[in-house]
């Protein structure tokens, strides 16, 4: 299941993003989406688990937490987040 994860520090390292989804399972790919000049944070990235229920895990116990002071959002990517939730 691959997994949206937006609102994030722009000093997260892409370590920080793994350790945090891997208490929940296992994690196959993780990266932090960064500019093309510069390679700058852009907020969000992508997580991939492949057990389904560990990843449902994930939503649920990351959605709105508290990361390195930011409440990230975490969706399935499938299907991404909408409204206030989102950051829009």
Do not use: C, W
Not at 48 to 54: K, R, T, V, Y
């Amino acid at each position: 299941m691959n997994l949206f994860v937006g609102n994030l520090p722009f000093d997260l390292t892409p370590d920080d993003l793994r350790e945090a989804f891997e208490r929940y399972g296992t994690v196959t790919s993780y990266r932090i989406i960064t500019e093309r000049h510069g390679g700058a944070s852009r907020g969000f990235g992508f997580v991939e688990m492949p057990n389904e229920q560990e990843a449902k895990a994930a939503i649920a116990g990351l959605h709105g937490r508290n990361l390195k002071g930011k409440a990230i959002v975490v969706a399935d990517a499938a299907r991404p987040p909408r409204g206030a939730d989102a950051g829009e």
